[in-house]
């Protein structure tokens, strides 16, 4: 079992910068490979960004290429997202999800493929 608590959105200008932090419980959260999605009002929850479980590989949606950052700290049991040159189309709530799966290639993008959430937390971007 692994929960899952996000941390660090807020409302910012665009052309700022926030990070996302997601802190997990457990001992086994190495274990995990963890992404990041986001849904906006009346829109499907859609990938951002993913890491593997041991940052060895990283997966981003075109939109987000370039100006968010995943990395993860073990040790910490936290994964974060670096989200710098905000755009208003950034505005949603964030969550972060665990997937035990070895096979990131193919589960990175798949919201379906993730076992755990946190709760969200909220990006507002204005222009």
């Known amino acids: 079992q692994v929960q899952l608590v996000e941390s660090g959105g807020g409302l910012v200008q665009a052309g700022g910068s926030l990070r996302l932090s997601c802190a997990a419980s457990?001992?086994?959260?190495?274990?995990?490979?963890v992404g990041w999605f986001r849904q906006a009002p009346g829109k499907e929850r859609e990938f951002v960004t993913a890491i593997s479980r041991n940052s060895g590989s990283t997966y981003y949606a075109d939109s987000v290429k370039g100006r968010f950052t995943i990395s993860r700290d073990n040790a910490k049991n936290t994964v974060y997202l670096q989200m710098n040159s905000l755009k208003p189309e950034d505005t949603a709530v964030y969550y972060c999800?665990?997937?035990?799966?070895?096979?990131?290639?193919?589960?990175?993008?798949?919201?379906?493929?993730?076992?755990?959430w946190g709760q969200g937390t909220q990006v507002t971007v204005s222009s």
């Open positions: 457990g001992r086994t959260f190495s274990t995990y490979a």
């Open positions: 999800a665990a997937t035990p799966s070895v096979s990131m290639w193919y589960t990175a993008r798949r919201k379906t493929e993730y076992d755990y």
